[in-house]
């Protein structure tokens, strides 16, 4: 039996339990971060996002615009095109965790788009059993979630897109009850909402673009996996960011992008002791709408302000071009210790060959060998379809 892969199918089942119970021990840490039902949509899935720092919400127009921001499909260069990522998953702690992320687009006009994605996240194989420990069957925990965009340029500078989600997480994979709750598979509709505005630059006689971009992904319902469970918020986020590129001559370009991100969920409170023993908590009631939890989430960490910038996490992401074919990228990411404390840099190559392309990204943590996330690698294979 994989032990880090039973504690991590365990935790997402009773998760509103253990909440409850760990804030005391994380009160004691300083540590109170936000935790949400299906953390698979907030992977990056494509490797030239992956390998500039995760960010891509204002980074040039791509074909894996969709999870970034949609929007950003009205400025790209090809007609259409598909793409195929794949990424073997914290491969320090298990070996068969894999995330699959296929993709394809079409422009209908000078003014439209649509775009679909199927995102999957396999688990690998759990050995589930009773609670006297004896065999009952060998599971394949798995969560998917299929989107649907479509994107709108409004001028010759701006564009804006709605997507629609459909979530589905089988962590039980087939258990009927754990631990005498019934258990079954979490479902959740969601959407995003994104805008892109995209403009010519000339700097020193040198051409280029400035580009910003914001979108809000996963504005949906609440998660549960079982009929007598809390439910869970899903992981609504808001991502904006800017983008600079100057075509230093015919043949090079360089490009800078920042993403920063907050996740529109209620902070968890913190539950304390007063000198008299007596229990209270500090914070806010996480027991609310999706609509009052996205506002209340602004305004909800137990130590205030200070809290609630701790919660925004960081992205920087630098790319090289070199004659459209080559390109070299790097990137950091930043989150603040009590919330997570992902702190990695990235790096990557592209190589185009129409209508052939492939992208390739590196991960390395700053915490250390140890650091599950630590080399982490992903993979994509892109084929332009139309023309450009």
């Known amino acids: 039996m994989n032990l880090y892969k039973t504690f991590f199918i365990t935790l997402c089942l009773f998760f509103p339990a253990l909440s409850a119970m760990a804030d005391n021990t994380l009160q004691r840490n300083q540590i109170n971060s936000v935790s949400t039902a299906v953390p698979f949509l907030t992977i990056a899935p494509d490797s030239r996002s992956a390998a500039m720092g995760d960010i891509g919400v204002a980074t040039s127009p791509d074909i894996n615009s969709l999870h970034w921001n949609p929007a950003k499909y009205m400025f790209i260069e090809s007609d259409a095109g598909v793409a195929l990522s794949y990424s073997p998953w914290l491969r320090g702690l298990v070996n068969d965790m ?26 690998g194989d759990i050995q589930f059993t009773d609670i006297n420990g004896s065999f009952m069957l060998t599971g394949r925990p798995n969560e998917f979630a299929i989107d649907a965009a479509y994107s709108r340029m409004f001028s010759e500078k701006f564009s804006a897109a709605l997507a629609f989600r459909f979530i589905r997480s089988d962590i039980s994979s087939g258990i009927s009850s754990v631990s005498g709750q019934k258990a079954k598979a979490g479902k959740s509709f969601a ?11 000339e700097v020193s006689e040198k051409t280029g673009y400035w580009a910003l971009g914001a ?16 439910k869970t918020f899903i992981p609504i986020n808001l991502r904006i960011g800017g983008s600079i590129g100057l075509n230093l001559d015919s043949y090079n370009k360089l490009s800078f992008s920042v993403d920063i991100n907050k996740l529109l969920v209620p902070t968890p409170p913190l539950y304390l002791k007063d000198r008299f023993g007596n229990d209270s908590i500090v914070g806010k009631n996480r027991d609310v709408g999706v609509v009052q939890g996205m506002f209340q989430s602004f ?33 950091y990411f930043h989150e603040h210790p009590t919330k997570g404390n992902r702190r990695y840099f990235t790096m990557g190559v592209g190589l185009k060959m129409k209508p052939v392309a492939i992208d390739f990204s590196y991960l390395i943590a700053t915490r250390g060998r140890n650091n599950p996330l630590n080399n982490t690698l992903r993979l994509t294979l892109i084929l332009n379809l139309g023309k450009d």
């Open 98 to 123: 894999n995330l699959l992320y296929l993709i394809g687009y079409k422009r209908i006009d000078n003014t439209q788009t649509i775009a679909g994605s199927l995102r999957y996240f396999n688990m």
């Open 191 to 201: 959407a995003d909402i994104a805008v892109y505005y995209h403009s010519d630059l």
């Open 215 to 230: 979108d809000i992904s996963n504005i949906g319902n609440k998660m549960t996996y079982s009929n007598e469970q809390q």
């Open 299 to 331: 305004s909800d960490a137990p130590d205030g302000f200070l809290e609630e910038m701790h919660e925004i996490t960081y992205g920087f992401g630098l790319e090289y071009l070199y004659n459209n074919v080559f390109a070299v990228r790097s990137g």
